[in-house]
């Protein structure tokens, strides 16, 4: 049977609710193409040379994005410090207030953030809809909690903070600490991720200035525009969330600097199986995990298994990757009616059909340096549309044994293919699951948890989850990174409002030239 769009679900009808929203973030249309405006000196302006962005979902060209020049973004970068002046003073009560407007705002528009995520991401309904409720249900939690974060005289930072994101959360990790930092007395500035979001955060946006917030949106190439937003002796601290490669780049910007810093990287998370036997357990972790195609910083890619254990793990593990699902997130049949659920699916398209021909690359490359390939799922049989552009699609990968000098064996694919590596010792497990230089997240599996316990003490994770996948966390969670997957302060919680402010009497947790200090986690 023939597939087709779900009604009301078409890019054209998706934009033209957006315009409605915020119309004035659009500009006139280039190619035949509507045309973002950047939110600069307190107005939506079109500045900026156009450039097409292409939705992952089926390779067309959705919007166009106005990338600034860096004069135009030192500009926005004074104008935001002028701000923040002016918002440091306000009452915590007015700011708290501005912030509720902003949500009840962002709220009414819940659906329509979501279905922009879905086209412009790639990311199926359910999980679209969850990174719109963790942000604004997030920011609800703080601004329940701001005023004992801030006692004992913690003030907002010299100067705005920078945020500069990757594309796979634009509402729950982008909007959501922008929203924090507001609250905490900071004007904000964000640079739009350029593989995707611009569009849900060009509305986002749009709904937070109309509730008379200091927030600044601005699109442009890194190259242009980080010595702007990084460097700038306005900018109070700077935000980072994505790869090692320009996370790197954004750290050795700051190093003849003390301007305050939280720069998260992702690391390669790996969950390791010792003396195990729960494997009904581990099966139902295991496809969840497979969620936006791993796309995300906290994903395990890594899977380092006791060898006796290795023929009871893949009984359990190959059956859980045949049975993911995955396709054009809304894609539905003849009989779909209005009302009836968008398809649920664990995952669309990656980000882009570079990313996914990059990661084909690394699988034939690992393959052809001896790895042996477990699983090779294919397209054929996955709900897409008839004659649609399949490019940025991967079906899972399962490789045994990726050879050192691979790239995956060294690096997170940040994509659906997992690696297993086989070990004898514990002293090969713990090796094997550092392999990176340090992570954000990982797991044991293991019956006896005080054995687990004993070997997560010497895992270079933030977090260690026993039989249990551990996660970035939301309200008072706190989140960091050991080794080279962090750089700066901890966030989360009571963290997050610390890292944006000063004064009190303790100092920062978080990784420093000098110092790093660990919360419990």
Aim: charged share 20%.
């Amino acid at each position: 049977m023939a597939l087709r769009l779900a009604d009301g679900t078409a890019w054209s009808d998706v934009l033209a609710r957006a315009v409605a929203a915020t119309g004035e973030a659009f500009g006139a249309e280039v190619d035949g193409v509507t045309t973002l405006h950047n939110l600069v000196e307190g107005e939506w302006r079109a500045t900026g040379q156009p450039a097409p962005v292409r939705t992952p979902v089926d390779n067309t060209v959705v919007i166009n994005l106005r990338r600034l020049d860096a004069d135009t973004a030192r500009a926005a970068v004074l104008h935001a410090a002028a701000e923040h002046r002016t918002w440091a003073r306000t009452p915590l009560a007015d700011r708290k207030a501005r912030v509720a407007d902003a949500l009840d705002s962002l709220t009414a528009h819940r659906d329509l953030l979501a279905m922009l995520l879905v086209w412009e991401i790639g990311k199926p309904w359910r999980l679209a809809c969850a990174d719109v409720d963790r942000a604004l249900d997030g920011v609800r939690w703080y601004a329940d909690e701001i005023d004992r974060m801030l006692a004992g005289g913690r003030e907002p930072l010299p100067g705005p903070v920078s945020n500069i994101a990757s594309w796979n959360y634009p509402m729950s990790v982008l909007v959501h600490a922008e929203l924090v930092q507001l609250l905490a007395g900071n004007a904000v500035i964000a640079k739009t991720p350029s593989q995707g979001g611009a569009v849900c955060l060009t509305v986002a946006h749009a709904l937070m200035r109309r509730a008379g917030l200091p927030a600044t949106l601005v699109s442009g190439g890194g190259e242009e525009l980080s010595e702007v937003l990084v460097r700038a002796p306005e900018i109070g601290a700077v935000a980072f969330v994505g790869g090692r490669s320009n996370g790197g780049k954004v750290a050795a910007a700051l190093l003849d600097t003390d301007k305050r810093h939280f720069i998260e990287q992702e690391g390669l998370n790996a969950w390791g199986i010792w003396n195990f036997s729960q494997w009904d357990l581990l099966a139902a972790h295991l496809k969840k995990g497979f969620e936006y195609g791993k796309q995300r910083c906290t994903a395990y890619p890594r899977f380092v298994v006791q060898r006796d254990l290795v023929d009871e793990f893949l009984d359990m593990y190959l059956p859980v990757v045949r049975s993911v699902r995955f396709g054009h997130p809304l894609a539905v049949g003849d009989d779909w009616a209005a009302g009836d659920p968008l398809p649920e699916l664990d995952f669309g398209p990656l980000i882009s059909a570079a990313k996914a021909e990059e990661l084909h690359r690394k699988v034939d490359e690992a393959v052809r340096g001896g790895a042996v390939p477990l699983h090779r799922g294919k397209l054929t049989g996955a709900p897409f549309l008839p004659g649609q552009d399949t490019s940025a699609y991967v079906a899972p990968s399962v490789l045994l044994a990726p050879p050192g000098r691979s790239r995956l064996m060294h690096a997170e694919p940040f994509g659906p293919v997992d690696t297993i590596v086989v070990v004898d010792t514990t002293d090969e497990l713990l090796a094997a699951m550092n392999a990176s230089n340090g992570a954000l997240v990982a797991s044991l599996a293991c019956d006896d948890t005080d054995e687990a316990s004993k070997l997560a003490v010497d895992l270079q994770a933030f977090k260690v989850g026993i039989n249990k996948p551990r996660s970035r966390g939301d309200r008072d969670e706190p989140f960091g990174g050991r080794g080279a997957s962090w750089k700066g302060a901890f966030v989360g919680g009571d963290l997050l409002v610390q890292a944006v402010t000063v004064g009190g009497d303790s100092r920062l947790y978080g990784n420093f030239p000098d110092y790093n200090s660990y919360p419990a986690t």
